[in-house]
């Protein structure tokens, strides 16, 4: 029973603690106010009276004049130098076709006959498919279905078209937006680049006017999506009155490595079909029809650092076939680029409280040198929501114990790994459709969406969800939702 009623203890204190700290300001406005109003009323309350009634026979015409020109001068300087609000009006998710589906069974016997000269790299793909977290439903492009795979520029070209196209089309269905009210175009897609660009493949099938704005980002890593996302920032905030539309995909065709080595073979496990279109405005009149407000990016990278930079590395193995290398340092990479992340975006979001505590932490053992722990904030005080890469189950298994989070905040991640595979940049739009259809985005919500790419790189994105989002029957979910969540074995015996 002590045990019990100290916890209580503890919990009420530091929800107490908590509750002064976040509002403090508020308690010293009122003290201030009180000091000021306080000694006035005590006053003759006749020439207070005076006062207000008559300010204008207290002021000669010039002292008029003058504070007029102050109030408008710096009306006009708030106003020009404030931000432009950017809202996401909505996305679409990619849904492949039940035909493109891979089962187990399908990826393993394909994987013998492609691999029957190394038995070893079979029974690695099928440790690495027992224990990756992907269920039987993530698919992969056509020409990674014949025996032996054909990654033809024309195969991969005629991937690209069916996932981007469809995206399209469907952010077009779901938003009313016409091709022709496009002004700002960007495509992220990291591993394939062909000439013409994939923007440019787009704007030629929609028509879109020829003073469009551009942009094809490649070689990005899982991360560009998010990079994306700040670049239409940026570009929004100096174009006023534009759409903006972004376009994240990872094309799997050209990629998919057909050589013996282990660290190049993981990728095949992983990765799988998906392409996300996200319409982002700022125009005014988008505000009570957007689903969210983008309120931070914030990018870390850690290029500069020779590990880091090979640690998800393209190149050829000694026979000489290209593939994606994934070193084993991985993990920790990604863990120290997280901390570097949050160290920059926590200032930026945590309450007073979390960031009270840490300062705290951070004197007593950098100063007093005492053998404490070093301080996670709780960042479950500063958002509603998760949206973690969906790179595997140990990322997710990594973010979870570092942020401390619950499994309810890394479902949506887990959940569309299981369901989608990772998707690469578009993965974090896919977990945010998850959220929306399980109707659990209400208004005021605060989304973190987290990536991690190549180079290393690791970006935060930060939303507020505009107006509570209804549960819609047309999404990628739209067909198994009622079965999500899904209990997830750490083995899958095949």
Not at 114 to 119: A, G, I, R, Y
Not at 186 to 197: A, E, G, H, M, R
Not at 269 to 286: H, T, V
Request: hydrophobic share 40%.
């Amino acid at each position: 029973m002590s045990l019990s009623s100290n916890s209580v203890k503890l919990k009420y204190l530091k929800l107490g603690y908590q509750y002064f700290v976040n509002n403090i300001l508020s308690f010293l406005l009122i003290t201030i106010m009180a000091s000021i109003t306080l000694p006035v009323l005590r006053n003759d309350h006749t020439n207070i009276i005076d006062t207000i009634s008559h300010p204008l026979d207290h002021l000669n015409l010039l002292q008029l004049l003058t504070f007029t020109f102050l109030i408008i001068f710096f009306s006009t300087l708030y106003l020009m130098s404030k931000p432009r609000s950017i809202y996401l009006v909505d996305f679409a998710c990619y849904k492949p076709p039940v035909e493109l589906q891979v089962p187990f069974s399908t990826f393993m016997e394909h994987s013998k006959i492609n691999l029957k000269d190394n038995p070893k790299a079979v029974e690695f793909q099928m440790r690495i498919i027992e224990r990756a977290g992907l269920g039987e439903e993530t698919s992969l492009p056509p020409a990674i279905h014949l025996i032996p795979p054909n990654p033809t520029m024309e195969a991969s070209r005629l991937e690209a078209e069916l996932v981007i196209f469809s995206a399209m089309d469907s952010l077009f269905r779901n938003t009313g937006l016409k091709p022709r009210e496009i002004d700002i175009l960007i495509v992220n897609c990291s591993l394939f680049s062909p000439t013409p660009s994939l923007s440019a493949m787009i704007v030629n099938k929609y028509k879109l006017r020829s003073n469009i704005r551009s942009f094809n980002l490649s070689g990005m890593g899982c991360s560009a999506g998010l990079i994306s996302i700040d670049l239409a920032r940026d570009l929004l905030q100096t174009h006023p009155n534009s759409n903006a539309v972004v376009i994240s995909t990872e094309i799997i065709t050209p990629n998919y490595y057909q050589g013996k080595e282990r660290a190049m073979l993981l990728p095949n496990c992983l990765f799988r079909m998906g392409g996300a279109a996200i319409l982002l405005s700022n125009k005014r009149r988008d505000r009570g029809r957007a689903k969210y407000r983008l309120v931070h990016v914030v990018r870390t990278h850690l290029g500069g650092d020779d590990k880091a930079y090979r640690c998800v590395y393209e190149e050829q193995d000694p026979q000489g076939k290209t593939g994606i290398s994934l070193s084993k340092d991985l993990m920790a990479i990604a863990a120290g680029a997280l901390k570097s992340n949050i160290t920059t975006l926590g200032p930026l979001v945590l309450p007073a409280s979390e960031q009270l505590l840490f300062l705290f932490s951070l004197i007593g053992r950098k100063i007093f040198n005492l053998k404490w722990k070093p301080y996670i904030p709780d960042f479950k005080q500063a958002f509603e929501h998760f949206c973690i890469h969906a790179g595997g189950r140990a990322v997710i298994d990594e973010l979870q114990k570092n942020l401390q989070l619950s499994a309810e905040h890394v479902e949506a991640s887990r959940m569309t790994l299981h369901r989608f595979g990772n998707t690469s940049s578009s993965s974090l739009w896919y977990e945010l459709s998850y959220i929306e259809a399980k109707g659990r985005m209400k208004k005021g919500d605060r989304v973190w969406q987290i990536a991690f790419g190549s180079g290393f790189k690791c970006n935060s994105a930060v939303w507020i969800c505009n107006s509570t989002v209804k549960s819609t029957t047309n999404g990628a979910w739209n067909d198994c939702i009622q079965r999500y969540p899904v209990h997830i074995p750490e083995i899958v015996k095949l």
